[in-house]
């Protein structure tokens, strides 16, 4: 049976002989070449409970964490959120004023109208809170990801594409024994 991991700062490196349950994190290694040298590490998330010999790359249906886009492996977020989601929309225009209260109005760029959404993640063990933290962690604030759980007048199938997100800002609050509370700020990028 696999070590449970209960930090986010403890991962334990995937074993084919292992057992993880759901929630569970591992990591593997990519090297440069055949040389050994660790190129970077990718963290996977088990999606399911008692699992054994699914290699995390191979096995989208047991283990989470990146989605295949256009052959190349982006993070995924794909934890669902409770249902007191909020989006945000303040579009960015320029504004110059006239004479005679005559204004003229643009879009400032060509990706004007980024949504910010607010996700909070109610009630969730231990486990599940560790892997969403960790998620959001790795990614620094900076890195890019795709959302699994979209609400629906924002979500791929209405749109025809996926949308990228960064989380700047979380928090997560202990409530009782097993019982967390995460709330997050996700903001979407064109990058």
Not at 47 to 53: A, C, D, I, P
Not at 71 to 92: D, G, I, Q
Not at 107 to 112: K, L
Not at 176 to 189: A, G, K, R
Request: hydrophobic share 25%; proline share 6%; aromatic share 16%.
């Amino acid at each position: 049976m696999a070590d449970k991991t209960t930090s986010i700062y403890s991962v334990k490196k995937y074993y084919p002989s292992e057992t993880y349950d759901k929630n569970d994190i591992v990591y593997l290694k990519e090297t440069i070449g055949s040389s050994g040298v660790p190129k970077k590490f990718k963290y996977y998330y088990s999606l399911t409970n008692n699992q054994s010999n699914n290699e995390p790359s191979a096995s989208p249906a047991k283990w989470g964490g990146f989605y295949n886009l256009n052959a190349e492996k982006v993070p995924y977020f794909l934890w669902t959120p409770s249902y007191n989601t909020s989006a945000n929309h303040a579009p960015r225009i320029s504004t110059v004023s006239f004479g005679n209260g005559y204004t003229q109005r643009t879009p400032d760029g060509i990706y004007t109208d980024f949504i910010k959404l607010n996700f909070v993640f109610e009630q969730r063990n231990q486990k599940e809170t560790t892997a969403i933290l960790h998620f959001l962690k790795s990614r620094k604030g900076s890195e890019s990801f795709l959302l699994k759980h979209l609400p629906p007048p924002y979500s791929e199938s209405n749109t025809g594409g996926k949308k990228r997100f960064i989380c700047a800002t979380f928090n997560s609050t202990y409530t009782f024994f097993d019982n967390y509370n995460i709330s997050t700020t996700l903001i979407q990028v064109n990058d």
